[in-house]
């Protein structure tokens, strides 16, 4: 990936203050053929050129990095659509374009369905970060395929919605990233196939994914994350609630069903880091050390199993590229249902028996639950020993739950108060 100077933590990890978003309203040209409704149209894609820091190393377009045939007979390929995703009012793209696909040896016979891994990168990169710098081919090539990758744009690694609206990226994966893959990838659509990992800013999105979305993914992981949004745009003056509700360990009761891996680098190499950028990179690593060590205690103190390192290791590309090979990819493949016959019949998840959750959000579905809140603030609604018997909530306002089966209650949690309801 090339030498990282002490700028490259920056640039390539995670902070950034301002989002820059090409907004795109739609257009029609009468050389382009018909786009179906869930893509963008090629003349609209706002995502094809990427972004580069020029510290990482050479940077490959996405519209060429993800863009690429079987290097043998049957082998793994790259390929680059452009799902469609959130727009304003006006027709404004909330979202870069363009995901990023790793297809897996195989593929084009059409005799298996894949469990999926979405791979989020950090600020400053875009979906071909993990192609041009993280060995992500050759890596799922050694460790046998049996998966499909993929790695969307995040908007300069900003895994969230933002406060203001005018980005819309965890809309973008749940909402509509994910629903696409399942209708048009050989995927298996279901949590048991269905991970979630990124580094930096993009194992921050993939904790508070895996928190916000326990009933979607079965396992997650983190290396060098960003885990407390240091630098993030929450809008503490106006939302203080919105930074809780967007990061992992205020959500970290959410987790308890969730296989976890966190990782970062604790340590400088004296034969690589010092000798590279006199552990520059190492030192940029450590504003993140209180976060993953709070995030750790805190799954420690829940009694919730989990892997968790602090290894030898720094803010850069040679570290995330041998600890996915060396250590997540092992682990998150052994989370994942293996690959499936074509016809296999898809055998949904059973819902935990007894399940916990927290939100800010006014309406959320979890589990099978259907939940909305009227309420004067933003703030916490705890759902706690979720059984199919009985749920306890905390928090205020009136709440209306609509469970599995279609029963609906309504309970008015006053200004805030403790309620037991039958499920």
């Known amino acids: 990936m090339g030498r990282l100077a002490v700028r490259a933590g920056v640039r390539a990890a995670v902070i950034v203050l301002v989002v820059a978003l090409v907004a795109v309203a739609p257009v029609s040209r009468a050389d382009e053929a018909p786009t179906p409704p869930d893509r963008v149209p090629p003349s609209q894609d706002n995502g094809g050129e990427g972004r580069s820091n020029g510290l990482d190393g050479e940077h490959v377009p996405p519209y060429k990095a993800c863009s690429k045939a079987a290097r043998t007979p049957g082998g793994s390929r790259l390929v ?14 909330l979202f870069t374009t363009g995901v990023c696909i790793y297809l897996p040896p195989g593929y084009d016979d059409r005799t298996a369905t894949y469990p999926v891994l979405y791979l989020l990168h950090g600020g400053g990169g875009d979906a071909a970060a993990w192609v041009n710098f993280g060995a992500v081919q050759d890596t799922v090539d050694a460790a046998g395929g049996g998966l499909i990758v993929v790695m969307p744009d995040g908007s300069n690694g900003l895994w969230y919605d933002a406060p203001d609206g005018s980005l819309l990226n965890e809309t973008y994966v749940i909402d509509f990233l994910v629903p696409w893959v399942d209708r ?10 269905r991970a ?34 240091y630098l993030h745009d929450y809008d503490q003056r106006n939302r203080p609630a919105y930074r809780d509700g967007n990061t992992p360990t205020p959500l970290a009761t959410n987790l308890e069903h969730v296989a976890l891996s966190a990782r970062w680098g604790a340590s400088c190499d004296p034969m690589g880091d010092l000798q590279r950028d006199l552990c520059a990179s190492w030192a940029f690593e450590q504003f993140f050390r209180y976060d993953n060590q709070r995030f750790h205690q805190t799954l420690v103190d829940l009694g919730y199993d989990h892997v968790y390192e602090e290894v030898e290791g720094s803010h850069a590309w040679r570290w995330w590229s041998t600890w996915l090979r060396e250590s997540d990819l092992p682990f998150l493949l052994g989370q994942l ?17 007894t399940w916990h959750y927290r939100s ?36 205020s306002g009136v709440v209306t739950v609509r469970t599995p089966a279609g029963d609906v209650q309504t309970v008015d949690l006053g200004d805030g108060s403790t309620v037991t309801i039958s499920t």
């Open 80 to 93: 680059r659509p452009l799902p469609m995703g959130p727009r304003a009012e006006d027709g404004t793209f």
């Open 184 to 193: 048009n990838l050989r995927s298996i659509p279901d949590r048991a196939a």
């Open 196 to 229: 979630v990992a990124g580094l930096s800013n993009g194992g921050l999105g993939a904790m508070v994914f895996a928190a916000k979305h326990p009933d979607l993914f079965v396992a997650a992981a983190s290396m060098s994350g960003n885990l407390g949004g």
């Open 337 to 353: 249902a293996d690959p499936q016959p074509i016809d296999a019949p898809v055998v949904a998840s059973a819902t935990p028996a």
């Open 360 to 395: 800010i959000s006014p309406s959320f579905t979890i589990w099978g639950y259907e939940v909305t809140v009227e309420r004067d603030a933003e703030e916490m609604l705890e759902l706690t020993d979720v059984t199919t018997a009985s749920m306890t909530l905390t928090g």
